[in-house]
Nanobody, 124 residues
Framework: QVQLVESGGGLVQAGGSLRLSCRAS????????MGWFRQAPGKEREFVAGIRWNDGSTSYADSVKGRFTISRDNAKNTMYPQMNSLKPEDTAVYYC?????????????????WGQGTQVTVSS
């Protein structure tokens, strides 16, 4: 059972930056794919970005390309989404997720493990 713990959320002004983190209790094939999703009030949860542990390959939603980057620290079993040029529409609860395999999926149903979520609020 992989446990995921997120941190780093908070309140930031539009145009600002935040770095989130997600630490996995273990790094195995069951958690080789790490994804970030977000859910804004009244909206469905949506894919934001993902990374493959073994080679660092990344994938981003069109809405965040050029603004968000995701990296990992293998020694700490932690991934770091760096969010720049934040907009009010980025306000949401951000969730870390993990799944086995080799492909970053944008479908939340493909992920087996989830963190508790961290709130990001961007003020205008």
């Amino acid at each position: 059972q992989v446990q995921l713990v997120e941190s780093g959320g908070g309140l930031v002004q539009a145009g600002g930056s935040l770095r989130l983190s997600c630490r996995a209790s273990e790094r195995t094939y069951d958690s080789n794919i790490m994804g970030w999703f977000r859910q804004a009030p009244g909206k469905e949860r949506e894919f934001v970005a993902g990374i493959r542990w073994n080679d660092g390959s990344t994938s981003y939603a069109d809405s965040v390309k050029g603004r968000f980057t995701i990296s990992r620290d293998n020694a700490k079993n932690t991934m770091y989404p760096q969010m720049n040029s934040l907009k009010p529409e980025d306000t949401a609860v951000y969730y870390c997720a993990a799944r086995r395999g080799m492909t970053v999926s944008q479908s939340q149903s493909r992920y087996d493990y989830w963190g508790q979520g961290t709130q990001v609020t961007v003020s205008s």
